[in-house]
């Protein structure tokens, strides 16, 4: 698992590339089910959002804010915004393709990045992995001990260059418009 989850790593976005172009050839997309992925999209990038700001990479065990609900609120984000355009393209074919590389993808990450993450915290990630899901998140807060508050920081977020993530939703947003406008013509 290790190797394939370390390829994914590496690789996933550019991956993603040549899976875009072959989710557009199928999408057939119409203004309402662009605005439907939209709305669901806005989720996605308040989750994403949110745990950008709490997330301080390479440097703390981050167990606050998002981190307390699930261990991945960014892939959590990522996850809503995959179904987001799922439902724009308005085709159950592109809703299999995204959920199908999403789901290989993203659980090697995920599980790559836990052995990490154990390995630069060994004294609490073990207690924050019994408290806290991988990825379907809780509705309480977990209470790590130890853990600091933390709190959102929109300079972190900025840090995080999670502004980068709305901006790349726009722009399949519009591509998605253009292709329907095209497709009238």
Request: one cysteine or more; proline letters at 4%; glycine letters at 8%.
């Amino acid at each position: 698992m290790s190797a394939a989850a370390d390829f994914f790593a590496r690789w996933r976005v550019r991956l993603g590339y040549p899976l875009a172009v072959l989710v557009f050839w199928l999408a057939r997309p119409t203004p309402r089910s662009i605005l439907a992925g939209a709305c669901v999209g806005i989720a996605g990038l308040w989750v994403r959002a949110w745990a950008a700001g709490y997330l301080h990479k390479q440097e703390v065990l981050t167990v606050t804010g998002p981190y307390a609900h699930t261990r991945n609120p960014l892939y959590l984000g990522s996850a809503i915004l995959t179904l987001s355009a799922a439902i724009a393209t308005r085709s159950w074919l592109c809703v299999f393709i995204l959920s199908g590389f999403f789901s290989m993808v993203y659980s090697a990450v995920m599980h790559r990045e836990e052995r990490e993450l154990r390995r630069r915290h060994p004294a609490g990630f073990d207690e924050y992995a019994t408290a806290v899901p991988l990825f379907f998140p809780r509705f309480t807060a977990a209470q790590i001990g130890g853990a600091s508050a933390g709190s959102f920081s929109f300079a972190q977020y900025r840090k995080n260059h999670e502004w980068q993530a709305a901006i790349g939703f726009l722009v399949l947003l519009a591509l998605l418009l253009l292709l329907w406008h095209l497709r009238l013509h």
